[in-house]
């Protein structure tokens, strides 16, 4: 049973607004969360984490929400760019790890012009 | 050349072929990763290599057979493939691997994408 689950396949916005990522966990152990941007024929790359004592970490036009008891983060990236049209993919672990990391299916996102 | 480079890009092989995927590494990390990712799945961690140890299996069949020569190559040696092994298997790298090592993710290569016919 996967323990991250991105429900949106996709996702399409205008230039200049806000997108917003969601991703749910079932693993009340993990306690640090990441997101991946991937491009076509390119590999993952990484994008931004938060650790369960935050719940919001940012960094400049990207912003991740963490809410525990609900087990849900988001990324909510404003304003919108077309360079930003990629998959978008969620990661979590248990006890810190940055590389024991347990994937969502992914959100692929464009960005409209 | 930087980051992490993954050769071939693309491999089309019999299931009664051997092949192998190349992964190098330039970034003086510790740590080597395997990941699969098959259509519509999440990625999949295959097998991690600390400071060229193995340390991770995730119960991957014996038909992938990884190798670790140091801590910048990794290769994954690939035999009597099925056609559901068919994915884009994808090689990262981190500064360190275990607990507690949040300032350490993943760089990934661009990936093999493999078609076992």
């Known amino acids: 049973d996967q323990q991250v689950k991105q429900n949106s396949p996709s996702l399409s916005v205008q230039e200049g607004r806000i997108s917003i990522l969601n991703c749910d966990y079932t693993?009340?152990?993990?306690?640090?969360f990441l997101w991946y941007k991937k491009y076509p024929a390119e590999g993952p790359t990484f994008l931004i984490s938060?650790?369960?004592?935050?719940d919001k970490n940012e960094d400049g036009r990207f912003t991740v929400f963490l809410n525990k008891s609900a087990k849900h983060l988001s990324l909510h990236i404003v304003p919108s760019q077309p360079g930003d049209s990629a998959v978008y993919f969620c990661?979590?672990?248990?006890?810190?790890?940055?590389?024991?990391?347990?994937f969502g299916t992914g959100t692929r996102l464009t960005v409209i012009p | 050349e930087t980051g992490v480079t993954q050769t071939p890009r693309h491999l089309v092989m019999g299931m009664t072929n051997k092949k192998s995927l190349k992964c190098e590494q330039h970034?003086?990390?510790?740590?080597m990763y395997w990941y699969k990712q098959s259509a519509k799945k999440p990625l999949e961690l295959m097998f991690v290599?600390?400071?060229?140890?193995?340390?991770e299996n995730n119960s991957v069949p014996s038909r992938f057979s990884p190798e670790c020569p140091n801590s910048s190559h990794l290769f994954l040696h690939l035999h009597t493939l099925q056609p559901e092994d068919s994915a884009l298997y994808l090689c990262?790298?981190?500064?360190?691997?275990?607990?507690?090592?949040?300032?350490?993710?993943?760089?990934f290569g661009n990936g093999t994408r493999l078609t076992v016919t």
């Open positions: 990262a790298s981190s500064q360190d691997w275990g607990v507690r090592t949040y300032n350490s993710p993943l760089h």
């Open positions: 693993n009340s152990m993990f306690d640090y």
């Open positions: 938060i650790s369960s004592i935050k």
């Open positions: 990661a979590a672990s248990a006890k810190g790890g940055a590389n024991n990391l347990f």
């Open positions: 970034l003086g990390h510790n740590a």
């Open positions: 290599y600390n400071f060229k140890e193995q340390t």
